[in-house]
């Protein structure tokens, strides 16, 4: 059989869905299927490492599931599931944990974060789940060998960690590995797929804020459940400066809010920044503005309907999540059961 590269990526059902999960991820996932055997995942179990309403979280997994879809994902084509679904996430990021470092986890830039802002100076106060993620992450992409994640930038640190953790796993066990007649290296060293603009979408009224459901001023961020009008309405109170677009994307450097605002309509018009500031060059947001706007709504507004639909069928939000997770445990069972035997477990 010729060999078929393989995706693996997820998003944490932890809060509405907004623009940069969009365009940082979701956008991102639909032409993939079309070059790569697909598995995208709804990653519930990430999202109980801070505290979830159940009922919450229950919604916003069938959110994100319906959002894959609503994007153009195919539940035919790639497997879409939530994590929660196929135990072996949660068995080999137990073995994870016990091949991975303390000193690995302390560096996680994301955990110093979180830890500081759920449990003040004394990160003592935050789950352990918090602190061990990343490992969980590592058994995520690996359980299904994926060569590639299409992750934002704010998880390139978490990728390096799951290609340490399979360097250290293929190097502790390659007796074992060898004597099972396995591949060399049994975990692949994935490769991230970040390419394009808005890689990072943030905020609508800080530039130099990452687009967050925790912000402060509801004015910052656009959800994709979002109608039109306050889809309209945000964008153009979006903060901005007085000077005109620049004519190339140099022109951008050191305004922040302008090449955030640019980014997004590049990427929702799935062009370049030059190709869009060689339309706009010299414009002022007057005109910008309400044309960013109107592409917005015209791409995020039939995404919206549509997931509205999906979320109200749970019936068949089941039956896509469980069809998903039939066909992703059958490719990570065979995965575990090689894992099993090379640690040494007694099946």
């Not at 070059?35 to 505290?51: L, Q």
């Not at 590592?138 to 799951?162: F, M, N, W």
Request: charged share 25%.
């Amino acid at each position: 059989m010729p060999f078929t590269p393989r995706v693996f990526s997820g998003i944490k059902p932890s809060g509405d869905l907004h623009l940069g999960n969009y365009l940082g991820a979701i956008r991102r996932f639909v032409p993939l299927q079309q070059t790569h055997e697909t598995i995208y995942c709804v990653v519930d179990m990430h999202a109980i490492t801070v505290w979830q309403e159940p009922e919450d979280l229950r919604r916003w997994t069938y959110e994100i599931a319906a959002a894959y879809i609503a994007a153009g994902l195919d539940p035919k084509r790639s497997i879409i599931f939530n994590q929660s679904q196929v135990v072996e996430h949660a068995e080999l990021g137990w073995i994870f944990n016990c091949v991975a470092r303390v000193g690995w986890m302390a560096r996680m830039t994301q955990f110093k974060d979180k830890a500081g802002s759920e449990g003040g100076e004394n990160s003592e106060a935050v789950s352990l789940g918090l602190f061990a993620y990343p490992s969980l992450m590592a058994a995520d992409i690996l359980l299904y060998k994926a060569t590639g994640v299409p992750v934002g930038e704010d998880q390139r640190q978490h990728l390096e960690l799951t290609r340490d953790i399979a360097k250290k796993f293929n190097h502790d066990f390659r007796k074992q590995i060898k004597g099972l007649g396995l591949d060399e290296e049994f975990f692949p060293l994935t490769e991230s797929m970040v390419t394009g603009p808005a890689t990072r979408v943030m905020s609508l009224r800080d530039g130099k804020k990452k687009m967050s459901k925790s912000d402060a001023s509801d004015m910052s961020t656009i959800y994709m459940m979002d109608d039109a009008d306050t889809i309209a309405k945000k964008i153009k109170k979006a903060t901005t400066d007085p000077e005109p677009l620049p004519s190339e994307a140099q022109g951008l450097e050191g305004r922040a809010e302008a090449a955030n605002l640019v980014a997004i309509y590049a990427a929702l018009s799935d062009r370049s920044v030059d190709a869009v500031l060689a339309e706009f060059g010299g414009s002022g947001w007057g005109r910008f503005k309400p044309a960013l706007a109107d592409l917005a709504v015209a791409v995020l507004a039939p995404i919206a309907t549509e997931m509205q639909r999906l979320v109200a069928d749970r019936a068949e939000m089941d039956r896509i999540l469980g069809d998903g997770a039939d066909r992703a445990r059958a490719i990570a069972q065979p995965i575990m059961d090689d894992v099993r035997r090379i640690v040494g477990f007694v099946r």
